[in-house]
């Protein structure tokens, strides 16, 4: 079977709000831009497109049949998947492996500052009988229950969180499409108010706009295209369950998404092998139970190495360069892309003044509360 | 024996038997109620927003692509088939044609309506073939309706107008 290649990637973003913007402005403007990277037409190129929206997000039902326009696939072969941008490239893969297309386009948006009502449409993830009635919270309290159980299961204090807020809002300054980016203590972060406890105010990825497109293609014609394919040599996915009473806690939907991309990267020693990682940070607890899940370090390990800068921009395996979620804001389906965008940015040494040395990278993202599913993508240059 | 008909037999203890309209009143059948607050603001964004602010302005606005020459109503930024910016903005005429229509008796929730409502897709001439509106028609009894029928926006004032496709009240007959 054929390898397949990023060969183009664009995006349009990422910004706390786009009120100059309709989505589907913002998706063609994230599309031009892929398809002038990867110097295709999608009108004569393009043989198919899989993008990725989940109805409550976008406030329309039957999301699909508004994709088309924007992309260049009026009649031509497009579906939608409601989940991450990374389930749109594993689709976009299962294509172009089994021969159905040559030349696949993913996308995915967030226009997340369109929803008013942001906490109820969480709700609606939530069993109507079972959860949906309980409290009135706003739903982010589902993430501390988990960061609550996880925590004291590892025996992790705050610190290590606060860290990685640090660490992350520090790696966006140097990114300039990241609007929530800044100058960020571990002390302000454990000083910041305690919306959720545990969780804190500053733990929290606020929302934010934009839209991701990356073309793909088969090898033959990924190597006519660019000099610098990027190859997807793995992609996973996995979900554990809906029930609170049942959930690992642990992101085991992350360790066993990622041991399926792994398979098919043929990476037997991630902590190794992967050289740049992008993972879900939504909630800064989520970054460091995804590291741990993606094996890129030992449970055990990880206090001491966010500690000393180990997952810093200089450090031996940088995580979340871009500045993460934290930096770059919550793109809701659209995150993973965000991901998969910084790794291929990176693999290709376009990463600017946030460059670093990297081979292989691994991009993760979670399908956000209330779920325990996700799905990880693995890139080669 | 017929496919979905099978002679099944009921273990003693499931003694059924049919549902009437009072055991769900009365709660014998469990449900759950959920009404959620989901709202949103859609951004109307470049192409839409014009369009809009020129009903406020009794115009119907379109844009133009020099490439395929349609001129595209409601407007966008994009030609969609060419895949490439639009190239002017333009007004196009408040009459049209009625490309199909359905007189409708019943409201979403299946109540009778006072008064039947004639919606209809219509062509606006000006805009390239087949572009243009789903709206309804008014001053025109059902009967008279008819596919091919030429029409013209009745508009609000412009002092009820707020830049909605509502500030059109319906469309009416052209001739007489
Ligand atoms: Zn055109």
Not at chain 1, 233 to 253: K, L
Not at chain 2, 22 to 42: A, L, M, N
Not at chain 2, 132 to 155: C, N, Q, R, S
């Amino acid at each position: 079977m054929t390898r397949v290649a990023v060969v183009g990637a664009g995006y349009s973003g990422f910004n706390s709000n786009t009120p100059d913007l309709s989505w589907k402005e913002l998706m063609y403007e994230a599309a031009v831009r892929a398809y002038e990277d990867a110097g295709v037409d999608p009108r004569k190129d393009v043989d198919a497109f899989v993008t990725c929206a989940e109805d409550f997000w976008e406030g329309f039902a039957i999301f699909d049949e508004f994709v088309p326009d924007q992309l260049g696939a009026v009649l031509k072969p497009t579906f939608t998947v409601d989940a991450d941008f990374l389930y749109g490239i594993a689709n976009a893969v299962m294509i172009i492996k089994s021969g159905l297309a040559d030349i696949a386009v993913v996308e995915a948006h967030s226009k997340a500052s369109d929803i008013l009502t942001f906490g109820e449409v969480i709700k609606f993830a939530f069993d109507p009988i079972w959860l949906r009635p309980i409290g009135k919270a706003h739903p982010y309290y589902f993430a501390a229950l988990e960061k609550s159980a996880y925590m004291t299961a590892r025996g992790y204090s705050d610190d290590v969180f606060a860290k990685v807020v640090e660490k992350n809002k520090a790696n966006g300054r140097l990114n300039s499409d990241a609007p929530y980016a800044g100058k960020v203590t571990a002390d302000d972060v454990l000083r910041s108010e305690a919306v959720f406890y545990p969780i804190r105010k500053l733990e929290i990825a606020q929302r934010a706009d934009g839209a991701i497109v990356f073309v793909l293609a088969r090898e033959e014609i990924a190597r006519e295209l660019t000099d610098t394919p990027i190859w997807v040599s793995g992609v996973g996915w996995w979900s554990e369950t809906s029930n609170y009473d049942t959930m690992s806690f642990t992101a085991a939907y992350a360790r066993k998404s990622a041991e399926m991309a792994y398979k098919m990267a043929g990476i037997t020693n991630p902590a190794r092998q992967i050289d740049v990682a992008e993972v879900d940070d939504r909630f800064a607890f989520k970054e460091v139970q995804h590291i741990e899940a993606l094996k890129l370090a030992k449970s055990n390990e990880i206090p001491e190495l966010v500690e000393g800068g180990y997952f810093g921009r200089g450090g031996d395996l940088p995580v979340n360069v871009s500045g993460g979620s934290l930096s770059v804001g919550n793109l809701l389906e659209a995150t993973g892309g965000q991901k998969a965008l910084e790794v291929v940015l990176q693999l290709r040494g376009e990463a600017g003044r946030r460059q670093v040395d990297a081979e292989v990278g691994v991009a993760q993202a979670w399908r956000y509360i209330p779920t325990a599913s996700g799905a990880v993508a693995v890139f080669s240059r | 024996m017929a496919v979905g008909k099978k002679d099944i037999s009921c273990p003693p203890y499931v003694k059924g038997r049919e549902i009437k309209a009072e055991d769900i009143k009365e709660g014998k059948v469990t449900y759950w109620e959920h009404h959620p607050d989901i709202r949103y603001s859609f951004t109307a964004g470049q192409a839409i927003s014009r369009f809009l602010k020129g009903l406020k302005e009794g115009k119907l606005l379109a844009t133009k692509c020099d490439h395929c020459g349609r001129i595209m109503f409601p407007p966008r930024m994009f030609c969609e088939l060419c895949f490439r910016p639009v190239d002017e903005w333009c007004e196009v005429k408040d009459t049209g044609v009625v490309e199909t229509f359905s007189v409708s008796y019943i409201d979403p929730d299946a109540k009778p309506l006072e008064e039947p409502v004639i919606v209809a897709v219509i062509s606006v001439d000006g805009a390239s073939p087949k572009m243009g509106f789903m709206h309804i028609l008014g001053e025109v009894d059902p009967d008279d309706v008819y596919i091919g029928m030429k029409v013209k926006a009745v508009w609000k004032s412009e002092s009820e107008r707020e830049g909605s496709v509502t500030d059109i009240k319906y469309w009416k007959p052209l001739e007489g």
